[in-house]
């Protein structure tokens, strides 16, 4: 009824047939048929009223509809509630049709078919409201490449925004990576330009912030958990793959990127995130918000500022929590860096507490190890009494410790140790530490009585030294002769101008 009294309005408004047959889906001859009846009643005259819809169809009858003709799966109609019942889909509902019906119709008529027998219900979603500081979303997004001033190479940039739910006032920052360092990082400069806390912060599913997603249970990580702590507020995780329930950040996120970015050319990322600060405070601040119709930076002024927990005095300092095996050689692999643990904890697994300026190792609530945390890949930070004692003494005794021990247990001593570091220190420093750890089963008069017979016969070699405590030649008086100088082992015994004439004799 409301087709015909829209057609009569048209024609009387001077509407060709073709437009209003092409607008309201009816034939032309029908159009027409209408057109003659509608003119001989006198229904278009300027004049005249409209009559009412039920006069209309009185008098002219209902417009026709479309044709309906039966899809080719009406025989199979009860098959396919069947087979949808049992949970069937529906490109496996057409092989079934064509393997054991012989249904030789087309995939789209089943699929049309079904969704007339199975229309979808769009699902209807409820707009959540909250109270100022009562929550915050954070994202990321990629913004394409910028150039890091540090090694003056494009890198690919993500955008991190943290939008409040009741003001929509933003903070925003351009960085490299995704990491948990970052993700802490970036939370705190947000709170720090808030001046407070929101409540609940809802981030998206990275790794940075959730380890494991399950329906009804959150893995968080460790070190963003232990920052919600400090700082007070509660971590909300988004479900997987539902945009919408965070779609305050995602709206400023998709501002940022086609306001801001879009269309611009930036130095490095350093004078981006400059210019960024100046964007947030004074276009995206004081635009008129789509959905409050307010600045978003005068909605958080009067409102939401106030609302905000209060920073607390310590700022966080990330520790993340990481698990890491103890190797034979008594060090973890953390980030590309090796650090020492006890030795009666190789092959075991330790927690790993990673900070900004320390790594703690602890079996359980036990702390094992502290180090600083290195600054670069490939460093290795040892604490020798990690080692085994018999292990840790070739680390300690250094040729300069080993010189200091010899001149502890007496002058041949000494001398013998000299001797020996003088000619190849790398080479005899194992030497040297078998000779000062004789003194362990032997006391050590006796090891300098065996160093003096040893010097003073010219070999000073572990071997002879051991020699002579085991045949106890070192109680045995030296005889009254000058010493033979020692000649270092592999040494030559005559200088090579015994043996060839020099340049002036030959020209002589």
Known sequence: MNRLRDLVYRL??????????????????????????????????????IPPELDLEAVLGSTPNPPIVASSLEPYRDTVISLLDQGVEIAALFCRLQEDHSYNGSYSSVRRFVRRLRPNVPEVFVRVHRAPGEEAQVDFGPVGQLVDPASGNARTAYAFVATLSYSRHQYAELVFDQKVPTWIALHRRAFQSWGGVPARIVPDNLKAAVLQVLVHDVVLAEGYRRMAEHYGFLISPTRPRTPRHKGKVESGLHYLQRNFMAGQQFADIRQANERLQTWVRERAGTRDHGTTHQPPLALFAQHERAALLALPGVEFTLREIRLAKVHLDCHVTIDGSYYSAPARYCTRTLEAHVGERVVELFDGQTLVATHPRSTQRGQWMTRNEHYPTHKAAFLERTPARCRELAARVGPATFHVVDTLLSDRPLDRLRSVQGILRLQDTVTAKRLEAACARAAYYGDVRYRRIKEILNAALDAEPLPNAVPEPHRPHFAFARVATEFFATVEEASS
Request: hydrophobic share 30%.
């Open 12 to 49: 009387r408004s001077g509407e060709s047939e073709r437009r209003i047959a092409l607008d309201l889906g009816i034939h032309r001859g029908t159009v027409r048929k209408y057109h003659q009846v509608a003119r001989r009643l006198g229904y278009l005259e300027p004049d005249a009223p």
